[in-house]
Every structure is written in C-alpha cells, then in structure tokens.
C-alpha cells in the first residue's frame, strides 16, 4: 500500500514557474513507478511525466508528455520517498488539478495503469 500526498499548487502568472511534490508513505516506495498527471476542467485527465524506480535525480530514466517537454522536470528521493515536479515557463493552459500516481512495473503513460493516487493539488497560471 501507498498513500500519495500532493502539495505546492497555487497561483502563478504566465511564464512564472512552481514545484509541485508529493510525499509517499509505505515501506516499498523505491519499488514503484512515479507519475504526475492533470485533469482541467471538463476534459479527460492525461498524463504528464513519469520516472523509474531507484532514479534520484532527474534525468536518465523519465518520460514527459510532449506539451511539458523542456519545461517540466520530474525528480524523486527515495530516502525521503518524495517526487517532485518542477514547473518552469508556464502557460495558462498548464492550469488544473495535478496528481500524483504510483504503479508497479515498467513505466506508462496510461492512467488507468497506475494503481495509486494522490488528492491532487490545484494549478492555476493566469495570463
């Protein structure tokens, strides 16, 4: 078992940057695939960077959706069984709410894959 809390959400201007991290509890953490996603506003929630197990720095061994590539780091430490999201250069359409999400196996883009989830933590970047 995994619980997922999300915080760092808030309010920024276009072009302004926020981190966005969630805190894991369970003894398996290291073990387990890290995702972020988002759902705005009546749209479908969709994926938005993953990293491997075993991974504490950014880099090697992460995916990101092409609309955050370039602008969105994801990073994790699995002493303290944190994963981050830094968010740079954002635009008003990056606004909505943002989950974290953990699965085991390899990585996915894919949602309904990942077994656990964060509350989500709200995103809003004004223009």
């Known amino acids: 078992q995994v619980q997922l809390v999300e915080s760092g959400g808030g309010l920024v201007q276009a072009g302004g940057s926020l981190r966005l991290s969630c805190a894991a509890s369970g003894r398996t953490f290291s073990r387990y695939v890290m995702g972020w996603f988002r759902q705005a506003p009546g749209k479908e929630r969709e994926f938005v960077a993953a990293i491997v197990p075993g991974i504490t720095w950014s880099g090697g061994g992460t995916i990101y959706a092409d609309s955050v590539k370039g602008r969105f780091t994801i990073s994790r430490d699995n002493i303290k069984k944190t994963v981050d999201l830094q968010m740079n250069s954002l635009k008003p359409e990056d606004t909505a709410v943002y989950y974290c999400?953990?699965?085991?196996?390899?990585?996915?883009?894919?949602?309904?894959?990942?077994?656990?989830w964060g509350q989500g933590t709200q995103v809003t970047v004004s223009s």
């Open positions: 999400a953990a699965r085991s196996g390899t990585m996915s883009r894919t949602s309904g894959e990942y077994e656990y």
